[in-house]
């Protein structure tokens, strides 16, 4: 479990702002996660903000909403710069669904700590071919402090790291649940990938002079 940093050393005035992530597969827990964190800055009487991008309107129109159904009003917002004027005045923002962001998130969110704002960013590592979504690699960069959270394979009840797609689509962005997606450790995902590639058949010996 993530313990929330203690600030300053006592010597010199504490500094506040810093970027947090919680990174990891679709059904990991990262929204279960970014809702704990924000709950809990809200019973110490924080000034908290969270937004997440207008495209995820799966579940809730303003909510942010997890598997489990635990749930926090947020505000949907199309780009990142939106975030700096409405969050002006807080001391922690969440953001949930960071993949769908574009690059300009990690200069929106380093904006944000270096003013004193503690940010807290949740979202897919990596997308449903396995290569790393959005600007998820250059937050973990740039962040304080990092947590990976894994899903348990649906297949063999392994640690999944892995979003599997099952539906039909190539599209990077395809909103979905259960009925598009599941939870997959490393070796059932690259068996069930093994298994969507077509199979080229091999030219035969004619074919070949
Ligand atoms: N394969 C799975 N592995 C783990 N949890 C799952 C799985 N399928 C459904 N869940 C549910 O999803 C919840 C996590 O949801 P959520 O926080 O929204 O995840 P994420 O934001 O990472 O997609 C778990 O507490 C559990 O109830
Ligand atoms: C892997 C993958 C996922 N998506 C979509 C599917 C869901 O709508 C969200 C992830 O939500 P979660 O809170 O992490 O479960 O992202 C996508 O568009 N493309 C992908 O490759
Ligand atoms: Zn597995």
Redesign the pocket.
């Known amino acids: 479990m993530f313990i929330e940093p203690r600030v300053g050393n006592g010597r010199e005035a504490p500094h506040r702002g810093w970027i947090e992530v919680v990174a990891g597969s ?2 990991s827990g ?2 279960e996660e970014l809702i704990r964190r924000l709950n809990r800055a809200k019973i110490a009487r924080q000034r908290v903000e969270i937004f997440k991008p207008s495209l ?1 309107t ?1 579940y809730h129109e303003h909510d942010v909403v997890s ?1 489990n159904a635990t749930s926090i009003r947020s505000t949907p917002v199309q780009l990142p710069e939106e975030m700096l004027l409405l969050a002006s005045g807080c001391d922690v923002v969440g953001i ?2 960071a ?2 962001f574009d690059a300009s998130l990690v200069d929106v969110c380093n904006q944000l700590a270096n003013q004193g704002t503690r940010v807290i960013v949740a979202g ?1 590592d ?4 396995g290569k790393p ?1 959005g600007p998820m690699p250059a937050l973990m960069a740039v962040a304080e402090f990092v947590t990976k959270v894994n899903a348990v394979c649906v297949c063999c009840g392994e640690v999944a790291a892995y ?1 599997f ?1 099952i539906a039909a689509s190539e599209a ?6 259960t009925d ?2 599941e939870a997959r450790c490393r070796p059932c995902f690259q068996a069930g990938m093994q298994e969507k590639t077509p199979v080229v058949p091999r030219p035969t010996a004619r074919q070949e002079r």
């Open positions: 679709m059904f990262k929204t995820d799966r598997h949930d669904e993949q769908f897919l990596m997308d449903y071919t979504f979003s797609r990077q962005v395809l909103l979905g649940e598009s997606y």
